[in-house]
C-alpha cells in the first residue's frame, strides 16, 4: 500500500471477477475487508484504506514490503501456458508444479546410466553418493538461465542437460533428481523464495512468490539439502541464500510445505594467521594464511579466479579489510570442496603504525573487523539482519628484531551478548622476540531482535575499540 518512509492519505483497490471466478485475500500488517458489489454478472471487490503513516526504512532489516502494510491477492483456479491448475491451497499448487517436473523424459542413455553408478560404486552410504554426484553435477554443469512462457515453471530434461552441459535452477535441479534416481535414491525438487534475508512465505496463504529451485534429499529422521546452483557449496549447506524458511515441496500427492534448516555459525568460519617479521629500518612483511568455509568461501573464489594483482589488492584491502600493502604475492590458492585456502605474502614499506624516537607503535592486527557495522540507533524497531552467523579468528605474530622490546601490551578482553561473544589476548616472549594477538569473534544467530539492538551496536563498539589496539615496542635506538 505505501513503500518505505511514505504515509497514505487514502487508497482504494478494486478487482473485478466474471461469475465462477475465485479467489483469496489477505491483509498483512493490516486488517482490511472489502465492500462487494455486483457490475452486471461480475462480481466487485473494493478494498479502501486511510491514513497510514510512513514507516521509517531501517538498515539491515526484512526485505522491505515485509515491514510494510501490504493486500494480498491470489486465484484459486488460474491456466499457465495451456496447464490449468489451482492455488487454493500449498498442496493444490504443489501438485501442479509437480505436474510440470514430470511432463518430460528426463531417463539419460543407457551408456551414461552406467558411468553414473560408476561414479558412486565405491560409495558406502547415502549420504557419500549424494556427496559424490553433487560434486560432479557442480564440476560439469553450468547455471544458465533461459526462461520463456511456461519455461519459467517447466524444467528442460535431464537428457538436455546432460547433453548440453548447463541448465537454469529448475534444470539442474531436475538433473540432479535424475542421477540420484539412476543411484536408487529418491529426492524431491523443492520451490523455494531465494535472497538474503527474505522472508517465508506465509502457510495460511498459497501464493506464487518462488523464484528458485532446490532439491531434498529425504535421509531418515533428516535431510540432505543441496542447491543445484551453487558451484563451491557443499552437500547438505544451503547458505543464506536458501535458508531457515518455508520451501514447498513436490511430491506425488502435492505440495508440503517444510522448512529449510538454519545454517549454525561454525558452518561459516574464517581463519586468518599472519606471521609477521619487523625490520630494523621499519619496513615488514608477513605471511599471511587464510582459511574459509561456508558463506564466507564464494567472496574468496573471486580472488582465485582473478589474475590481476591490483583486483587482489583491492579485494583483501575492501572485503578481508587489511591494510594495504606495498607489495602483495597470492602465493597458493585451493578450492577444496568449498572450503577455502588462500596464502600471500604483504609487504610494507613501514610497518608500524605510528613511531615517535626508539617508540614504536604496531597495530595488533593487520586487519580490522570484518562486517561493516551499523551505527547505534535508540529508535529501531526492526531486527537487524546478518549476514549470516560465523566465527571469525586471527593470529597474528610479530617477530622482533634483536634488540627489541615490548614497553606495553593490551589488556585481554572479553565481552558478551545474547548473540555472540568476543574474546583477545596478548603475549610476549622475549626468548623468541616474538609478539603474539589473538582474536576470535563469534555471532551465533544473524537475526538480531530490535530489542538487542543496542546491546549488538555497544557489544560491537567494544570489539572495534579493541581491533585498533597499539602493541609498543622499544628500539634500541
Known amino acids: 500500500l505505501v513503500g ?13 471477477l466474471p461469475p465462477g471466478q475465485r479467489f483469496h485475500y489477505k491483509g498483512r500488517g493490516i486488517a482490511l475487508r472489502p465492500a462487494i458489489t455486483m457490475s ?18 531501517e538498515s539491515q532489516s526484512m526485505a522491505p514490503d515485509y515491514n510494510l502494510p501490504e493486500l494480498l491477492l491470489a486465484p484459486d483456479q488460474f491456466d499457465y501456458g495451456d496447464h490449468p491448475g489451482r492455488m487454493d491451497s500449498w498442496n493444490a499448487y504443489g501438485s501442479w508444479a509437480y505436474g510440470l517436473f514430470t511432463q518430460n523424459e528426463n531417463a539419460l542413455p543407457g551408456g551414461r546410466r552406467s558411468q553414473i553408478l560408476d561414479l558412486v560404486a565405491r560409495d558406502s552410504t547415502t549420504a557419500q553418493k549424494v556427496g559424490t554426484l553433487y560434486r560432479y553435477l557442480q564440476a560439469n554443469m553450468r547455471y544458465v538461465s533461459i526462461q520463456l512462457g511456461i519455461g519459467g515453471f517447466k524444467p528442460f530434461p535431464a537428457s538436455f542437460v546432460d547433453e548440453k552441459k548447463y541448465g537454469d535452477c529448475k534444470a539442474l535441479s531436475n538433473y540432479m533428481r535424475e542421477l540420484l534416481s539412476i543411484a536408487g535414491i529418491p529426492s524431491f525438487i523443492a520451490l523455494i523464495n531465494a535472497g538474503e534475508n527474505q522472508p517465508s512465505v506465509d502457510p495460511e496463504f498459497p501464493e506464487q512468490v518462488f523464484n528458485h529451485a532446490i532439491l531434498c534429499v529425504p535421509l531418515g529422521r533428516d535431510s540432505i539439502w543441496l542447491d543445484c546452483t551453487n558451484h563451491v557449496g557443499k552437500a547438505g549447506v544451503l547458505g543464506s541464500f536458501t535458508e531457515n524458511r518455508y520451501a514447498l515441496l513436490l511430491t506425488p500427492e502435492g505440495g508440503k510445505l517444510v522448512r529449510t534448516p538454519s545454517s549454525r555459525c561454525s558452518e561459516n568460519q574464517l581463519h586468518t594467521l599472519n606471521l609477521v617479521s619487523l625490520d630494523p629500518d621499519g619496513s615488514g612483511k608477513s605471511e599471511t594464511r587464510v582459511q574459509a568455509t561456508g558463506d564466507f568461501s564464494p567472496a574468496l573464489i573471486y580472488l582465485l579466479q582473478d589474475d590481476e594483482k591490483d583486483n587482489q589488492v583491492h579485494f583483501i584491502t ?13 602465493d597458493t590458492a585451493l578450492n577444496q570442496e568449498g572450503d577455502i585456502q588462500l596464502r600471500f605474502s604483504l609487504g610494507f614499506q613501514t610497518l608500524p603504525d605510528l613511531a615517535a624516537g626508539s617508540e614504536l607503535f604496531l597495530l ?51 565481552f558478551i551478548f545474547p548473540c555472540g561473544n568476543f574474546t583477545s589476548s596478548y603475549r610476549y616472549d622475549p626468548q623468541k ?35 585498533r589496539q597499539r602493541i609498543e615496542v622499544t628500539s634500541p635506538q
Open 4 to 16: 518505505p518512509g511514505e504515509s497514505l492519505v487514502s487508497s482504494t483497490y478494486s478487482l473485478q
Open 40 to 57: 452486471g454478472l461480475d462480481s466487485v471487490f473494493t478494498w479502501s484504506a486511510r491514513g497510514i503513516g510512513a514507516v521509517r526504512e
Open 318 to 330: 575492501s572485503q578481508l579489510k587489511y591494510r594495504k600493502p606495498d607489495d602483495f604475492t597470492l
Open 364 to 414: 595488533a592486527h593487520l586487519h580490522g573487523t570484518l562486517p561493516d557495522w551499523p551505527a547505534p540507533d535508540t529508535a529501531r524497531t526492526q531486527d537487524y539482519f546478518l549476514h549470516f552467523p560465523f566465527e571469525n579468528s586471527d593470529t597474528t605474530i610479530y617477530h622482533l628484531p634483536e634488540g627489541y622490546a615490548v614497553a606495553r601490551l593490551p589488556a585481554t578482553q572479553h
Open 433 to 467: 622476540h616474538e609478539v603474539t594477538s589473538t582474536e576470535s569473534l563469534v555471532i551465533t544467530q544473524n537475526r538480531i531482535p530490535a530489542r538487542q539492538y543496542g546491546m549488538f551496536t555497544r557489544f560491537m563498539d567494544q570489539v572495534e575499540k579493541d581491533f
